[in-house]
């Protein structure tokens, strides 16, 4: 689904080029569980927004099911994304100005799905993430991790067949958490949802099917899964 | 030097009231260290916001240093929280035209602190928490963890009596984590700071002289520390 083939990343600061991925190489087929661990800094969220296309790589090569992104026009880029691809943001990324379910509805509207569809497929999500009772809230009167779980709805609403999820539960508490660590393993199981979960969160790892670690921009693959 | 007497906060959306936080009693002393635990939209962050003296309460009374918030004006409460408050925000709140370095030197300008201290003080708070590589970057410029150090950075930066932390290593590994924790046990024995964080990491606990649990927006006082 996802390829990475000497991907590499550096962003012009005020003095200095900083290279925040080198020579990246990643392939992810339908049902990987991959998690990657790495510390604060050293290039996970840059990964991400790479292998989802919404940053472009200084140099290598992308691929989502064979198309090479370098060879995609924005527009296309922007359509194969939506359609295939589920991102869970690091900072979440909310649409202040909409409600909580507004929010996960908006990628159907794009998707131009019918209205009583979309009502279904986003009462179904918000219960599985445990929040019906303040979907209509804003964003500014949801808490930290009632705001990660709209993130996450978001993401899983389109029924993607890869999702990208920067530190899904950095705001959870451990029960919320392994709450939304299962439902994203039956998307697994069930609907062979490929899963690339970047997390400090070690309790993660023993649910990986590959595990990766990524130091000062040089990502490995250290493990074999379960 | 904080207290809480019988708070409580609700919050009125489109429909319902919703109370976050019901008759919560709390004393902090110098040399505190007292941990929080709680679920998700259990009224953690909402607790900090009212001892912080960033909203108001809905019924009882809060008081730093023996003064009642309710009979300040809004200079005074601020005046008296930015000189004797520290605070670290779930969302980090930093300014996002202003670089590292300066977001953590801010607090410093409004406490008219002369130009060769605030440098003094803004270095070494940065190399403590490891940032003085990425000092001159905007917050867009930072991952979801440096973003959170500067927050640390700045709340800790006026020598605060009291710092109220929330969730302060969610987007941290832990060996970040670990070295974060260590520079607030540091302030916390050498200096008398005392601290009140919020938390999902249970490791902190262990640290923590006082432990209190918060559910659906009821605070208990659970644990005798260390
Ligand atoms: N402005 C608001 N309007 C309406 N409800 C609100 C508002 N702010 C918070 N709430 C509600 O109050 C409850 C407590 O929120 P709070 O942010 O204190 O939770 P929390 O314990 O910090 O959770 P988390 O661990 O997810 O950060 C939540 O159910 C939330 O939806
Ligand atoms: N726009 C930018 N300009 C300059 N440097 C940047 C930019 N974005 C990121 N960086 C730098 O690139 C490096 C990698 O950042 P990235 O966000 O990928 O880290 P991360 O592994 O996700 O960290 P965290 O766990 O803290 O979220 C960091 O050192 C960061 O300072
Ligand atoms: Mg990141
Ligand atoms: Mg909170």
Redesign the pocket.
Known sequence: IIKAEGVSKSYLSQVEEIIALKEANLTIEAGDFVVINGPSGSGKTTLLNLLAGIDKATKGELYINGLALSSLSDKENTLLRRDKVGLVFQSFELIPVLSAWENVEYPLLLQKVNKSERKKRVDKILKQVGLEE?KD?LP???????KQRVAIARALVTDPKVVLADEPTA?L?TKTGKGIIKLMLDLNQTKEVAFIVVTHDLAINDYAKRLLKIQDGVLKEVGIGV
């Open positions: 303040v809230n500014s009167q949801l808490s930290g991790g009632q705001s508490d």
